[in-house]
C-alpha cells in the first residue's frame, strides 16, 4: 500500500514539474520553466529546512549536546540528498528487489530482522539487504500493514519474522529497528518471556521516549508516539528492566525525533551520530558495522556499565 501511494505522489510530482515548465514554455518564458520545474521538484527542501528549525528551537534545555549551525547545515543537506532516495525511488519503486535472504546454508549464521519506520516499507533498506547478502549474512525484512494502524498491531509480523531466522539458522536473531521500526521491536521483546530469542536489538532515531512532532499525528501510532502517551508509559513497565540489551543510535540534528534524548533508554548503550538527521541515521557506516560487530559476537550483552546522568558523552560517528 505505501508503495502505491509514494509511487503515486513521485509521479504526480514529476508530471507536476513538466506539465508547469511546459506551461512556461508556451506562454513564452523559456528560460523560466526549468526554474519553475526545479521549484516544484525541490520544494521539499524548504519543508526540511523548517523542520531543522524547529528541532533546534525545541531542543533548547534537553540532555543532549546541541548542534552548532554547519552541523545543522550538513545535517540538512545530508537529508535533502537521502530522503528523495528512499521516499521517491527505492520505496515506490524497489521495495520488492531485494528478497529475504535465507538460504539452506546458513545454520549457526546468526541473521537479522529489519524493520522500518513511519510511513515506510522494507525498501529502504536496500542497502543494507544488499551488502548483508553479499556477506552472506541471513536477513528478513517486514512490511509493517496497515500503514496508519496501531504498532500493537505490527508484533504479529516480527513474531514471523524472528521465527523464520531461527528456524533457518538455529540461533537468535538481532532485531533492528529504524524510527518507530524500533518501537515495534521494543515492544514485541517486551512480551517474550524468554529473553534469549534475542541476540541483541538497534535502534536508530526511535522516539523511546516519544517525539515532539507525534503531537500533530491523527494515526493510532502518531498518538502513541507522543511525549508521555499512556502506550509509552505502558512500555516502559513492561520492559524496565531489559534496556541493557539495546543499543541505541540518536541524533542532535534528528528533525523528526527531538528533543534529541527521547530517543535514548536508561541503562542501553547510548550512542550519537553528529550531525547526521533523521533518514541519514540508518545509513551512516557507524550504525550497520555496530551490528556486523554484533552480529560477531557470541555474548549478547556488554559489561555492566555505571549510569549515565546525560546520553550524549559517547559519539559512535567522529564527524563533528
Known sequence: MIARLQRFVTIALVLAA???AALLWRAGHPAWAPVGAVLIVLGYTSFLAFEFVVMSTIHRGDAALRATVA????AWWGEVTTAPRVFCWRQPFRSSREPDFLPSDVKDQRGVVLVHGFFCNRG?????????????????AVNLEPIFGSIDNYLGAVENSVARIESST???????????????????F???TDKSRVHRLVTIGTPHQGTWLARFGRAESARQMRIGSAWLQALRERDADRSDRYTCFYS???????????????????????ATAHVQMAFRPAVFNEVCRWLNTSDPQPRPSPPRSRPAPRPADTAA
Open 18 to 20: 513538466a506539465g508547469w
Open 71 to 74: 552541523q545543522l547545515f550538513r
Open 124 to 140: 529502504m533498506w536496500n542497502p543494507w539487504m544488499a551488502e548483508l547478502r553479499r556477506r552472506k549474512v541471513p536477513f528478513v
Open 170 to 188: 538455529g540461533l537468535s536473531p538481532m532485531l533492528v529497528g529504524h524510527s518507530m521500526g524500533g518501537l515495534v521491536i521494543r515492544a514485541w
Open 190 to 192: 517486551a512480551d517474550q
Open 252 to 274: 542532535h540534528c534528528d528533525n523528526i525525533v527531538f528533543p534529541a534524548s527521547t530517543a535514548t533508554l536508561p541503562r542501553a548503550d547510548n550512542r550519537h551520530l553528529a
